[in-house]
């Protein structure tokens, strides 16, 4: 074969493997380029919930145990009957009015957040908050600005009470009857 004859072969040779091998990967690159931008968004998102995870660990480091406990003091793991007990009469005799009855009815259970889908429900079944209501009345019996005042302080106790009823009954002269339907809350697991 002459010099002529072989470096037209190499040409031609060279020429179809740029066209087969060569020309599809620079074809490819514009592709690659578009997955290259869409892992960079994809990291800078990753970055942004690390850093948001590490303020969020930081900031709960940065409860005082005081704060805990008023938070558990708010909303307590069990009904804790006693204590609530303790608490109410303690605030009755504060105020000077006489408990003559106390009920605590049924505990009703009830859970937070309510899941939209089955993925849902797969994915928050275990993060799901769940509370029990304690629906309790009390009976008294005193002037009205007692029961007023007793109201106001039973506004501001730490755990979470809801009065959803007040009855006022007649009585002797400057006393009177109050019955007082209310819930408070504990967690349930």
């Not at 009755?92 to 309510?114: A, M, P, S």
């Not at 899941?115 to 629906?135: H, M, Q």
């Not at 109201?151 to 501001?156: G, P, R």
Request: hydrophobic letters at 40%; a positive charge.
């Amino acid at each position: 074969m002459n010099k002529l004859t072989f470096s037209i072969l190499l040409g031609i040779t060279t020429a179809l493997a740029l066209i087969f091998f060569v020309m599809p990967d620079f074809q490819s690159i514009p592709l690659e380029s578009a997955k290259k931008v869409k892992l960079e968004e994809i990291l800078g998102k990753f970055d942004e919930i690390r850093l948001k995870k590490e303020a969020i660990v930081s900031s709960y480091a940065a409860i005082s145990d005081d704060d805990i406990k008023r938070l558990d003091s708010m909303l307590p793991e069990g009904p804790e009957i006693g204590e609530l007990l303790v608490n109410l009469d303690l605030l009755v005799k504060k105020h000077r009015l006489q408990l003559t009855g106390i009920q605590f009815q049924k505990i009703e259970r009830e859970t937070t957040g309510r899941p939209r889908n089955a993925a849902e429900v797969a994915l928050l079944a275990k993060k799901i908050v769940r509370y029990s209501k304690l629906p309790i009345t009390l009976n008294m019996i005193g002037s009205y600005e007692n029961f007023r005042k007793f109201i106001v302080e039973l506004e501001s106790i730490i755990r979470i009470t809801d009065v959803r009823n007040i009855t006022l009954g007649g009585g002797v002269t400057g006393s009177h009857t109050f019955t007082l339907q209310a819930d408070t809350y504990y967690m349930s697991r």
